[in-house]
């Protein structure tokens, strides 16, 4: 048995993924189709990709704000560029919090890259 992946946006499609949803749900996604002129499998697709962006930058905030990263890291984590993710830190009131230390790593890191 083959499977073809395709290309959407720069992301190749594999896997397939089937859940239940609530009928309010349901109702919020078929309002997107007709708005966005597309099919139900690309309006959830686009979501799925919003969420887990959001999810990442949350999560490389919280990571942050509890000092496991730099905030460097923290950029690179959620796929934002470091100004990017300044911003995010500053509008979520995260203290900004960079010793001799992060500089040091930061620096080192981005040698590597």
């Known amino acids: 048995m083959y499977r073809l992946r395709i290309n959407v946006n720069g992301i190749?499609?594999?896997e397939i993924v089937s859940t239940r949803i609530p009928e309010e749900i349901a109702k919020i996604l078929k309002?997107?189709?007709e708005e966005e002129q597309?099919?139900?499998a690309t309006v959830?697709?686009?979501l799925l990709v919003k969420g887990i962006k959001q999810w990442k930058i949350e999560k490389?905030?919280?990571l942050?704000?509890?000092g496991q990263v730099t905030l460097w890291r923290a950029a690179r984590l959620?796929?934002?560029t470091l100004r990017e993710m300044m911003e995010m830190a500053a509008k979520?009131?995260?203290q900004f919090q960079y010793s001799q230390k992060d500089l040091e790593e930061d620096i080192e890191a981005a040698m590597k890259e």
Do not use: N, Q, S, V
């Open 92 to 94: 979520m009131g995260i």
């Open 38 to 40: 597309t099919d139900r």
């Open 78 to 80: 959620a796929g934002l």
């Open 64 to 66: 942050y704000r509890e």
């Open 12 to 14: 190749f499609m594999g």
């Open 31 to 33: 309002e997107i189709e």
């Open 44 to 46: 959830i697709r686009k």
């Open 60 to 62: 490389a905030l919280r």
